[in-house]
C-alpha cells in the first residue's frame, strides 16, 4: 500500500533529523591555550582611545510584555534599538547582538529568542545603514563601520547605566556583524565575553575571495564605475579601512572570545576565518561543518555554545 502524504512528510522529517544529528556529531572543538597571550594595549596596536559620551533615551516602549523598542541619541547619532526581556533591571545577564550590516531582521528576532530562552536578556539595535551598496568606497565603508560600533557602544553605556547593580554583558556577532563585534569588544574592555561567527579577516582581500553575491556585485561595480582593478581596490581598501578586525583582535583578552567557524564556508573562506582566530590570540574555536548559510542548519548548537562560553566567562 502506498504511503499517505503525511506518511511520507513523517519520513522525511526523520530522515533530516538523522542527518543533522549526523552533522552535528562531526563538529569540532578547539580548546583555547592553556597560557592565553595578553591583550595589548591601544598604544602598542596604534589605536585611537574613542571616548563615548553619555546617550540620551528619547523614546521607550513597551510593545508587548517582555519585549521593549527605544531610540537613543548620542555624539550626532540616532540608535533605534530592541530589549528582550528587562535588559539589564532583573540583574540577568545581558548579550548584545551586532547587526549584520546588509540586513537580517528575522535573523536577529530568531537568534534573541533562542538566547533569551537560554537565560539571557537580550538587546539590539537597528542598522546604521546597509553596506556594500553602490555610491559607497572604502572611505564610506570605514565610516559605515565607525558609527555601527559607536551605536552599539552607546546602547551599551545606557544598558549599564540602567541597571541598579552591575550585570555581565557579552557581545554576539555574525558574519560582517562578528567584524564588527571584534572592534567592539577592543573598545569595551569591561565586556564579560564575546563570540564572533561565521566570520573572518583582511577585509581588503576578502571583498574578491567571497561567494557572496552582494559583495560581488558591489565589487563589479567598483571595478566598472571606477575602471580600476583587483589589485587598485585592494590597496584603496587597505588605506581607508581603519577598522580592519585583525587590527583590533589583539586588544582583546583571547580567554573571553569563542570563535565559531563554518568548515565548508565561501562567503567567509577559511583563510579569513584562521587568520582572525590567529590575530585574537587562537582563542576557543568550534567549528560546524557547513557553509556560511546552511550553518543555520546547526543554530541552536551554535547557540547551546555560545551562551555556554558566556556562562563560563561570567564567573
Not at 533530516?16 to 602598542?44: H, K
Not at 563589479?220 to 590597496?235: A, N, P, Q, Y
Not at 583590533?248 to 572570545?257: I, L, Q
Not at 548559510?293 to 551562551?307: G, Q, S
Request: charged share 25%.
Amino acid at each position: 500500500m502506498p504511503c499517505t502524504s503525511s506518511e511520507a512528510l513523517l519520513r522525511h522529517r526523520r530522515a533530516l533529523a538523522l542527518t543533522l544529528l549526523a552533522y552535528t556529531a562531526a563538529c569540532t572543538f578547539t580548546a583555547p591555550p592553556s597560557r592565553p597571550r595578553p591583550p595589548l594595549s591601544a598604544d602598542e596596536l596604534g589605536l585611537p582611545v574613542v571616548t563615548v559620551p553619555r546617550p540620551q533615551l528619547t523614546a521607550l516602549h513597551e510593545d508587548a510584555p517582555g519585549r521593549w523598542s527605544g531610540t537613543l541619541t548620542g555624539d550626532g547619532e540616532q540608535v533605534a534599538f530592541q530589549l528582550r526581556g528587562d535588559a539589564g533591571r532583573s540583574g540577568a545577564p545581558v548579550v548584545l547582538l551586532v547587526p549584520i550590516l546588509a540586513g537580517g531582521a528575522d535573523l536577529m528576532e530568531s537568534v534573541a529568542r533562542r538566547v533569551q530562552a537560554r537565560g539571557f536578556d537580550v538587546a539590539f539595535c537597528a542598522r546604521a545603514d546597509g553596506a556594500l551598496k553602490q555610491g559607497q568606497r572604502g572611505r564610506q565603508l570605514d565610516e559605515l563601520f565607525r558609527r555601527t560600533v559607536l551605536h552599539q557602544r552607546l546602547l551599551l553605556r545606557w544598558l549599564r547605566e540602567r541597571a541598579p547593580t552591575p550585570v555581565p554583558l557579552f557581545a554576539l556577532g555574525m558574519s560582517l556583524g562578528g567584524m564588527v563585534a571584534t572592534v567592539l569588544a577592543a573598545e569595551e574592555p569591561d565586556l564579560a565575553g564575546t563570540a564572533v561567527c561565521l566570520s573572518g579577516g583582511d577585509i581588503k582581500t576578502l571583498i574578491a575571495a567571497s561567494s557572496e553575491s552582494r559583495v560581488q556585485r558591489w565589487r563589479r561595480w567598483r571595478l566598472d564605475e571606477d575602471g580600476i582593478g583587483d589589485d587598485s581596490l585592494r590597496d584603496e581598501l587597505a588605506q581607508c579601512l581603519d577598522h580592519e578586525p585583525l587590527r583590533y583582535a589583539p586588544a582583546v583578552p583571547t580567554d573571553r572570545v569563542l570563535l565559531v567557524s563554518a568548515e565548508f564556508d565561501t562567503v567567509i573562506p577559511q583563510r579569513h576565518q584562521d587568520l582572525l582566530w590567529e590575530a585574537f590570540g587562537r582563542p576557543a574555536r568550534f567549528t560546524v561543518p557547513f557553509g556560511h548559510y546552511t550553518a543555520a542548519l546547526a543554530i541552536d548548537t551554535i547557540l547551546a555554545k555560545v551562551t555556554s562560553h558566556f556562562s563560563h566567562t561570567r564567573n
